[in-house]
């Protein structure tokens, strides 16, 4: 299975407006951040670009077989600012 990791130069100007991100949801109805394991370590399956979270697609659903839970893909888009250090 492929996984697609992004890293953006540290000089990069690019402001994230929106996330991205891969939930699963239990029999409660709670929600928890799906990882993923690469090179062993797990790896939130979290994205700024839809491009990326379009290919992350098919893993997702690999996941939701093989853990029987339902997981689903969610788009944050309300950026403000909390703590700037």
Known sequence: M?????IVAGGSQA???????FLSVDDKGHNAVVTTSVGGMHLPMITSKVRVARLMKQQARDLE???RHTIKLVR???CEDIDIF
Not at 2 to 6: G, N
Not at 15 to 21: A, G, K, Q, S, T
């Open 15 to 21: 402001r994230i407006n929106e996330l991205f991100v």
């Open 65 to 67: 077989r093989s853990t």
């Open 76 to 78: 944050f888009s309300r």
């Open 2 to 6: 492929d996984f697609v990791l992004e």
